[in-house]
């Protein structure tokens, strides 16, 4: 298909940069509907019960409902908060994950933007999330989303530098900064996971992918008990909206990044390359919600002192030892 | 930017560093169980200094009591403690009839005992479920909720109510157990045993949940009895004093069971001594329905209830502790005083203690293991 309308559009540069935005800011927002009624329906799995069930077969509408009440409602801003930053926070969050999508390569060719740095990239947009729950926590006005924020910046930041190190590992073993160069050398040499110092490194991912995107045992930001919601508190409306799917896209995104560095992306048999990544990224989602509806919260000390006194130091060796092993 | 004075002013930096940031957690809040307001002062993520206020609630229940005749009080039990209507019940009517000098048949005693360990179950779960959801971990609320339904199933074909059951009498029980009853709750207490388990493996055994109890809001053993405290908290601390037990009443001296106490007597002992009661309770329970004799289940008694004139009171182990009713009778239908002793309100008096240098995530867990309910502290 792509290669179809591809030739039509490569002759209007600017067009086709259009498109595939276009493209990717709805993608970005419709993933989310998807994961959300995924998600709800595996806590209710788990949790027995039957999660939703009268919107749509299944209930597979409910989060489109949801998602249209939200856009119908007020749009409150609290009395104090500082306008400007609790304006574009929720915007910056969706904008970085989108951004993310940009470098992201479902299948060959399915790329919107090949970009030989995409894992630098990646890294470094993925970072401005962290400066929007500061500044949602900031300019709220209020003292629980300022709490939420602060946990929400140590504990992102934490967990950010064993994530990159293990990372790191993944790019000097297979030599490249690339996306689609690292699923093509798995491709020719198998899935990464396979190797023992990537094994490692996608253990410590996964351990930092949860803390990144603020699930049990890591979600301190928002812990409803504690905090009441944590940094976004005060939304409502759209905004909230905008926290939301960017929270869920990221989820997305983080278990397709992973299935990009570390389970080959698109490569598998017979079935075809698009299919078999959301296959990765959705058993992997899975995976993350049976986390995150099982064990309970960590507190905020317990979590800082996991990730400097253990994820930090075995994500360093262990990045020695991938440079050892894969540098040729 | 000049802050205009009908506009809330906003944080600023010199105030969170210098005297600490006071927050207002409630009445309105997730996690504080009905309408308690905890006013914190926060050094970061440290307590360093809580007050709970209370009253939210108040509704003068020791007073109207005052107006209404013996019996016609024992409705407002239900509204005290409303996770476990059944032991105030009991409370009032052994109060009751200690003023009067009324005896209660066997079988009713054996129906009281079998309902308030069935209410005791449901009470803690109650506890489980939302302790649960306090640290984080949701599925353990929706766990023990499904087995409190079962609970609350039973209760409601005995008594006809979910909640507030009003079904202990001055002089024993209003009717005898439906037909069957007996399998149903043996059936039930059957299936409970596989599911404490199954908490067990969630919770108990759990790294995290371990790590966010242990070494959690120690009360040792001589700060827990100069405050006053009662029941879990207290047997947590090490100290083995349960009515049930030291002041048995009812038919609890014929029955088997052991009072679990820890010497930790920090969130997780707190948390360990309701798991063990809630085993003891279905052993107790299924010794009495083995003993349960025949009978009459109600004392007649007069369409005007006057007691003598003197002083009676009672005490009961309610799920959260020792619950007193002290009443005063002149040989009037109406009672000249009466006074609850609320096991949640002499806890509750302990929870600043415990913050002090905990984490603010920590309140919820320590508070949680307090186990309060706002209706018997408000009263």
Redesign the interface.
């Known amino acids: 298909m792509i290669g179809a309308v591809a030739p039509f559009f490569q002759q209007y540069p600017l067009l086709w940069t259009f498109v595939k935005a276009v493209v990717l800011a709805s993608f970005t927002l419709v993933i989310p509907l998807a994961v959300i009624w995924v998600e709800r329906k595996v806590a209710g799995f788990?949790?027995?019960?039957l999660g939703p069930l009268h919107v749509g077969p299944q209930g597979t509408l409910q989060t489109v409902a949801d998602a249209l009440k939200l856009l119908l409602k007020e749009d409150i801003v609290p009395?104090?908060a500082?306008k400007r930053f609790f304006y574009i926070a929720p915007y910056i969050a969706f904008i970085s994950t989108v951004l993310s999508f940009m470098v992201l390569p479902f299948a060959p060719g399915w790329v919107a933007l090949e970009m030989n740095v995409a894992v630098l990239f990646v890294i470094g947009v993925s970072l401005f999330n962290v400066v929007s729950i500061l500044m949602a926590g900031w300019s709220s006005?209020n003292?629980?989303s300022?709490?939420g924020g602060?946990?929400a910046v140590a504990q992102l930041l934490s967990y950010e530098i064993p994530m990159v190190l293990s990372v790191l590992a993944v790019v000097f073993y297979t030599g490249s900064l690339s996306l689609t160069g690292i699923i093509e050398y798995q491709v020719k040499h198998g899935w990464n996971i396979w190797h023992p110092p990537i094994m490692i490194a996608a253990l410590i991912y996964f351990i930092c992918a949860l803390a990144e995107i603020n699930r049990?045992?890591f979600?301190?930001p928002e812990?409803?008990?504690?905090?009441?919601s944590g940094f976004n508190t005060e939304y409502s409306g759209m905004r909230f909206a905008f926290f939301f799917a960017s929270e869920f896209a990221n989820n997305f995104f983080i278990t397709a990044f992973a299935a990009a560095l570390f389970f080959g992306g698109w490569d598998g048999p017979v079935l075809p390359p698009m299919v078999w990544t959301f296959l990765k990224v959705f058993v992997m989602i899975f995976v993350f919600m049976w986390v995150r509806?099982?064990?309970?919260?960590?507190?905020?000390?317990?979590i800082l002192r996991f990730a400097w006194q253990l994820l930090v130091p075995v994500s360093l060796l262990n990045l020695l030892f991938a440079i050892a092993l894969g540098v040729k | 930017m000049p802050v205009s004075p009908e506009?809330?002013?906003?944080?600023s930096t010199v105030e969170i560093l210098s005297q600490g940031?006071v927050?207002n957690v409630g009445p309105q809040?997730?996690?504080t169980h009905g309408v308690l307001r905890l006013i914190l002062t926060?050094d970061?993520?440290q307590i360093l200094q809580c007050e709970p206020v209370i009253g939210y609630l108040h509704r003068g229940l020791e007073k109207m009591m005052e107006r209404r005749p013996y019996r016609h009080n024992i409705p407002f039990t239900d509204r005290l403690d409303y996770l476990a209507a059944l032991s105030n019940n009991l409370g009032i009517c052994q109060c009751i009839e200690r003023l009067g000098g009324v005896e209660v048949p066997e079988r009713a005693k054996y129906i009281r005992v079998l309902l308030m360990e069935l209410q005791r179950i449901a009470s803690h779960l109650v506890f489980l479920g939302t302790f649960?959801?306090?640290?984080?971990?949701?599925?353990m609320f929706?766990?023990a909720f499904?087995e409190r339904e079962m609970v609350l199933d039973l209760l409601e074909e005995c008594t006809g109510a979910r909640l507030t059951y009003n079904w202990i009498r001055v002089g024993g029980v209003p009717d005898d157990l439906p037909e069957g009853f007996g399998e149903k709750v043996l059936a039930f207490v059957k299936l409970f045993r596989e599911r404490i388990e199954e908490y067990d493996q969630?919770?108990t055994r759990?790294r995290?949940?371990r790590?966010?109890t242990q070494g959690i809001g120690v009360l040792p053993k001589e700060m827990a009895l100069a405050y006053g405290v009662s029941g879990p908290v207290l047997r947590a601390s090490g100290v083995a004093y349960d009515i049930r037990k030291v002041d048995p009443y009812e038919v609890y001296d014929r029955v088997e069971f052991e009072v679990p106490v820890f010497d930790r007597g920090d969130v997780w002992a707190r948390y360990l001594v309701r798991m063990e009661e809630l085993r003891q309770s279905l052993r107790i329970i299924e010794q009495v329905l083995r003993d349960m004799p025949d009978g009459p289940v109600q004392t007649k008694l007069p369409k005007i209830f006057k007691p003598p004139a003197g002083i009676a009171y009672s005490r009961v182990e309610s799920p959260r502790g020792e619950l007193s009713f002290m009443m005063v009778s002149d040989g009037s239908p109406n009672p000249v005083r009466v006074h609850i002793r609320a096991p949640s309100f002499v806890n509750l008096s302990v929870l600043p203690r415990l913050l002090e240098g905990a984490?603010?995530?920590?309140?919820?867990a320590i508070l949680g293991s307090i186990d309060v309910v706002l209706g018997e502290i408000d009263r």
Do not use: C
Request: proline letters at 7%; hydrophobic letters at 40%.
């Open positions: 788990i949790q027995s019960r009395a104090g500082d006005n003292k629980y300022l709490l602060l946990r049990t045992p979600d301190l812990a409803e008990s504690e905090l009441v509806w099982t064990p309970p919260r960590l507190r905020i000390d317990q | 506009k809330p002013s906003t944080l940031m927050i809040h997730p996690s926060l970061g993520e649960g959801t306090d640290l984080g971990a949701t599925t929706l766990y499904r969630l919770l759990n995290i949940f790590s966010r984490k603010v995530a920590d309140l919820v």
